[in-house]
C-alpha cells in the first residue's frame, strides 16, 4: 500500500503508515465499546442506553449546523496547501473563524430550545452535558490533523482518552440513575482531547499570524456544498433514533442504538484505510498525478469488498449471540433490526470509495450531496411508513435501503463520467469463501454450552470458535486463489 511521494512531500508519512495507525485508532473504537458496553447496558438497561442515544442524535443536529461543513470541506481544502505553510495558516485561520461564529449563533438557538420544550427541559442537564460536543469539535481542528497526515498524533491521544473514559465507566456508573454520568465520559471519550488538539496546532500551523489577508468568505460556498452533505448524511444516520424516540419509545430506541452501534464498530473496520485517503488523493488531483489517484482508489475499493462480505455473512448469521454478548438478554429485539442492517457495511464501504474518496478530490461534491438527499427522502419515507407497525426493525429496513439508494446514485454518476474504479477483484472468489466459511463456522453450534454455563459464557464460546471456523478459512481460501490484494500484503510480510 506504499507509494511514491513526490520529493517536496518526503516527510509525508507513507499511506502504509497512516492505515497502521488509522487501523489502531479504529480497533480502539472496536475494543473499548467490547469491553464497556456489555456492563453498561446492563447497568442502564434500555431505557437508560435509550435517553442518552436519543439526547446525543438530538444534539448531533445543532452540532452539524456549527460545523457546517468543515469537517470534510477542511481537509480537501487543507490538504491542496500544505505545501504552503502561510497559506496554510491562512485557511486554518479563516475556516476556525467561520466554526466559531456559527457555533455560538448554535449555542444561543439550542438553549432556547432546550428550556423551552418542557419534555427536554426535564432532562436539561443530559443534554447540556452533550452539547459540549459543540464547542469541542468546533476548537479541536480535527480536520487540519488529518489534512497533514498526523495520524500518531491522533491515534496515541484518542487511545489513551478512550482508556481513561471505559476506566471511569467501571468505577463510576454503578445504577440506572448514573445515566448522567455515562453520558459524560462518553463525550469525554469522544471529543475531550480535541482541547490538546488546539495547543498542539500552534506548533503545526500559525493560526492568526499567517501573513496573508484573511477572508473566511471565500470558503462559504465550498463550505455551504459540504454543509448540505452534512445535513443529508445526519438526517439518516440519526433522524431513526428521532423519530423512533418520538413515534414509538425510549426502548425501541435503546434496541435499534444497540444493534447500530455494533454495525459502528464494524464500519470503522470496513473503512479504515479509505479514511486515511482523502487528504493524499486531494494531493494528487492537485498536482496532477492520475496515475497514482487511480492505483490507489483501486486498491481502496478492493480492500472495502475482501472485508466487508464476509463481515456482512459472517455477523448476520451470528446475531444472536453477538447481542447477547454485548447487551445481554434485556436485548434480544436488537438482533432483527441487526440482521437487517448488516448489509450497510458493504454499501457504506463502497460509497465511502466512490463518493469521498473519489467525487470529492475531484471537486465534485455536488454529486455527492445529490446522493445524500436521495437517501435522507428514502429514509424518511420509510420511517414514517414503518416504525409504527415494526419499531427498530422498520428503522432498520429504513436505512438499509436509504444507504442502497446513495450507492445506486452515485454508481450511475461515476459510470456516466467514466470513473468507476476498477479494483481487479475475482468476486466470485470472495463470494465462494464466504460461503465455505460460512459453512464451516456452523460447526460451532454443534457443542451445547447452555448445558454447562450461562447464555452470555456460551455466547462467548460460540463467538470464539465460530470466528476461527470462519475467517481464518476465509482469507486462506483467498490466499489459495491467489487473490491479488492478500497476496501482496502476505508476500511483503514474508519478506519483512
Not at 499511506?15 to 479504529?26: A, H, S, V
Not at 448488516?342 to 464501504?349: A, D
Request: charged share 15%.
Amino acid at each position: 500500500m506504499d507509494t511514491n511521494i513526490p520529493a517536496k512531500s518526503q516527510k509525508t508519512p507513507s499511506i502504509k503508515k497512516n492505515f497502521i495507525m488509522n487501523t489502531i485508532l479504529n480497533m480502539s473504537g472496536f475494543i473499548f465499546p467490547l469491553i464497556s458496553y456489555p456492563y453498561v447496558s446492563r447497568i442502564l438497561g434500555p431505557d437508560g442506553i435509550g435517553s442518552v442515544n436519543f439526547a446525543i442524535s438530538f444534539v448531533t443536529y445543532f452540532n452539524m449546523f456549527a460545523q457546517l461543513g468543515i469537517p470534510s470541506y477542511g481537509i480537501r481544502a487543507c490538504a491542496r496547501v500544505r505545501d504552503d505553510k502561510e497559506e496554510l495558516g491562512r485557511t486554518v485561520t479563516e475556516l476556525l473563524i467561520i466554526n466559531l461564529i456559527t457555533s455560538a449563533i448554535v449555542y444561543i438557538i439550542f438553549f432556547a430550545v432546550i428550556f423551552s420544550v418542557p419534555s427536554l427541559r426535564a432532562d436539561k442537564s443530559l443534554y447540556i452535558i452533550i452539547s459540549a460536543t459543540i464547542i469541542l469539535n468546533s476548537l479541536g481542528m480535527s480536520w487540519l490533523f488529518q489534512a497533514l497526515e498526523k495520524y500518531s498524533y491522533i491515534t496515541i491521544r484518542s487511545v489513551i482518552f478512550k482508556f481513561i473514559a471505559v476506566a471511569g465507566m467501571f468505577l463510576l456508573v454503578k445504577s440506572q440513575d448514573d445515566y448522567l454520568i455515562y453520558a459524560a465520559l462518553t463525550i469525554f471519550a469522544a471529543s475531550a482531547s480535541n482541547i490538546l488538539n488546539l495547543i498542539y496546532s500552534q506548533k503545526l500551523v500559525r493560526i492568526g499570524r499567517s501573513g496573508r489577508v484573511i477572508d473566511p468568505k471565500r470558503h462559504l460556498k465550498p463550505v455551504f456544498v459540504f454543509f448540505a452533505m452534512a445535513c443529508a448524511t445526519t438526517v439518516y444516520l440519526h433522524l431513526d433514533n428521532v423519530m423512533l424516540g418520538i413515534i414509538s419509545s425510549k426502548t425501541e430506541v435503546g434496541y435499534y442504538s444497540t444493534s447500530v452501534k455494533i454495525k459502528s464498530i464494524l464500519v470503522v473496520l470496513v473503512t479504515s484505510l479509505g479514511s486515511v485517503l482523502l487528504p493524499r488523493l486531494s494531493y494528487y488531483v492537485e498536482n496532477k498525478m492520475m496515475e497514482e489517484f487511480r492505483r490507489i482508489s483501486a486498491k481502496a475499493l478492493h480492500f472495502v469488498l475482501i472485508i466487508s462480505i464476509p463481515l456482512v455473512v459472517y455477523f448476520f448469521m451470528y446475531a444472536a449471540p453477538v447481542i447477547q454478548l454485548i447487551a445481554g438478554e434485556k436485548f434480544t429485539a436488537s438482533v432483527l433490526p441487526m440482521q437487517i442492517i448488516m448489509p450497510t457495511l458493504l454499501f457504506i464501504g463502497i460509497t465511502n470509495i466512490y463518493g469521498i474518496q473519489i467525487l470529492v478530490p475531484y471537486g465534485l461534491e455536488k454529486y455527492v450531496l445529490y446522493s445524500e438527499i436521495g437517501g435522507a427522502v428514502a429514509d424518511l419515507i420509510l420511517n414514517a411508513i414503518l416504525i409504527p407497525f415494526y419499531g427498530a426493525a422498520g428503522a432498520a429496513f429504513g436505512t438499509l435501503v436509504a444507504e442502497a439508494v446513495v450507492l445506486i446514485i452515485q454508481y450511475r454518476k461515476l459510470k456516466s463520467l467514466s470513473m468507476l474504479p476498477s479494483s481487479g477483484v475475482k468476486l466470485h472468489v470472495i463470494i465462494l469463501a464466504t460461503v465455505v466459511s460460512g459453512v464451516l463456522s456452523l460447526l460451532s453450534y454443534i457443542p451445547d454450552f447452555s448445558r454447562y454455563m450461562s447464555l452470555t459464557a456460551g455466547s462467548f464460546l460460540v463467538m470464539v470458535i465460530s470466528c476461527i471456523l470462519f475467517f481464518i478459512p476465509y482469507f486462506c481460501l483467498l490466499l489459495v486463489f491467489k487473490d491479488s490484494f492478500v497476496t501482496e500484503m502476505v508476500s511483503k510480510y514474508i519478506r519483512k
